[in-house]
């Protein structure tokens, strides 16, 4: 965790770069060590800035390479769930894991790709409920209304 020293560092670093962006829009950055200047594409800026933002906001930063493995708590606590519910995950083939004498191994990217398409068909399906209610006109009922329905039932 950054402490408040470093924090005023990184405000100052990330401020100046999102104050000179917008006023030179063909700009090539680049970091420089040594007097010898390091360009960076835009993709490698933008994930400094990021960087810079989290620090500024006292936030911590870890990098983790994406060949690297996890234990099942590492990735439970990744995904927000049970360590034995996510061994059922692995089991049930839904992630792609391997076995180190009885311990199980799995991927961060492996683990990642399947947060990202669990929290896809998440937000898809919360979609899908939404429209749902609007289509039935239900979207404009106040609670009161559902629960005297629900009594007639």
């Known amino acids: ?22 006023l030179l829009p063909n700009i090539r950055y ?3 060590d040594d007097g010898l200047p390091t360009y960076l594409s835009d993709i490698e800026y933008s994930i400094l800035s990021s960087v810079l933002t989290d620090l500024r906001q006292g936030n911590s930063i870890t990098l983790v390479p994406s060949e690297a493995y996890m234990t099942t708590q590492e990735a439970a606590d990744v995904l927000n769930v049970s360590r034995p519910y996510f061994v059922k995950l692995l089991e049930n083939g839904e992630i792609p894991f391997s076995k180190v004498g009885n311990r199980r191994r799995v991927l961060v990217k492996d683990v990642l790709s399947y947060k990202t398409q669990r929290d896809t068909e998440r937000r898809q399906t919360l979609e ?24 007639d039932d």
């Open 1 to 22: 965790m950054p402490t408040t020293k470093h924090s005023k560092k990184f405000t100052d670093s990330s401020q100046n770069i999102r104050v000179y962006t917008p």
């Open 30 to 32: 680049s970091l420089v």
């Open 128 to 151: 899908e409920f939404s429209a749902g209610i609007y289509e039935d006109g239900l979207d404009d009922l106040d609670y009161g209304s559902v629960c005297e329905m629900l009594k």
